[in-house]
Each structure stands twice: as C-alpha cells, then as structure tokens.
C-alpha cells in the first residue's frame, strides 16, 4: 500500500502518528485515525502496541519539518535555549538516580532529594517560556508544558518515579519527546547534536 499524503491524513491522524514516533510505541484503541494509519501502512500493529513503518517514518519527517521561516527561526531559538538546559537536567536525572559515590538513591535523605527538586524547579522554570514560544508558533507544542508541570507536581507530591519512570510521562520522558520533537521540527539529527 502507498503512503498516504499530508492531504490524506487529518489532524487526528497526524497526531497519533507523531504520538507512536515520538514514544516509539503506543497502546491505543482503534479508532478511525488509527484505521487509517495501518490501512495505509504508516503503522503497524505490533504485540506491545503500534509502530511506526519506515514509510510512515519517512511521511512523518516531512509533515513534522516547520517551512516557515519565520516559524522555524522561533523553533531555532527555542532549540539553542533548550540545547543549553539539556545538559544540565540530564546531569539531575542522573543525580536524582545515583548518589555521590555511586550509590543507588533510595530516596531516604529528603535534603537530598529536596537538593535536586529544587533544581528540577529552576530548570522547569527557564524551559517554560520556550516551550510556550514554540507552541505558539507550532501548536502541537503546546501539551509539553502541561506534561512538564504535572509530572513536576507529582515528584513534589513524592511519586519519585515521575522525575526519570520510561514506562510513564515522567519528567524525563517528557523532556525526551520534547527534545525529539524540536529536532524533528528542524529537520536535525541527534547524531549532529555536540555530546
């Protein structure tokens, strides 16, 4: 089956496509959009959920690259912005893990903890306003924040898992998504991202 293109699909189709790229894999119901992505082989059905097809990899690359100019300098600035930030959270998510030493955190020292949620805080804070940049000018931004700030409010509320869980929308696999999708946007690879 040929691919569909970006006039085949509609905006319920295109989300859940970029949903199962982004995450890599997603359990969902079959609903119309979903129908429609694996009749046109843009998914597959897989025993863990849906996946994506290097066609529907290959027409999700091109809808997800901004054109704009205009739009892709916000995008652009956002990312150098974001760029500075990453380094720094995913120093903290390794913190948050692994004490000093090399011991597994066990979340018994709460000044510990508290240490590196108040950083987590002032991170959150600075990413704030360029997700908010970006999703103004790109609207499917615009659920990074919302996702951030609850998984945020869920480590305060002491759900440790929420700060670095992959098998949840934790912090961390949020702020992977969003770094994903900025480079999606761009039409960057990781692999060209300075270590």
Known sequence: ML???PHDLDRAGWLVLHEVRLRGVIDTEH???????IEAGLVVQAPRGLRV?????????????VGDTEIEATVERAYQRFMVLNPELLRLCTEWQVKPGGATNDHK??????????RLSSIDDRVG????SVARAVDR???????????RR???????????SPRIDSYHTVWMQLHED???ALGKERSSEAT
């Open 129 to 132: 306003p360029l997700v908010s």
């Open 31 to 37: 609903g119309t959009a979903v129908t429609t992505l």
């Open 141 to 151: 931004f615009d659920g990074y924040r919302a996702r951030l700030r609850a998984a």
């Open 154 to 164: 869920k480590v305060d509320e002491g759900a440790h898992e929420w700060f670095t």
């Open 182 to 184: 900025l480079l999606l």
């Open 109 to 118: 020292d709460p000044e510990y903890d508290w240490a590196i949620f108040d």
């Open 3 to 5: 691919p569909v293109s």
């Open 53 to 65: 097809t290097p066609a529907g990899r290959e027409v999700h690359t091109t809808w997800a690259r």
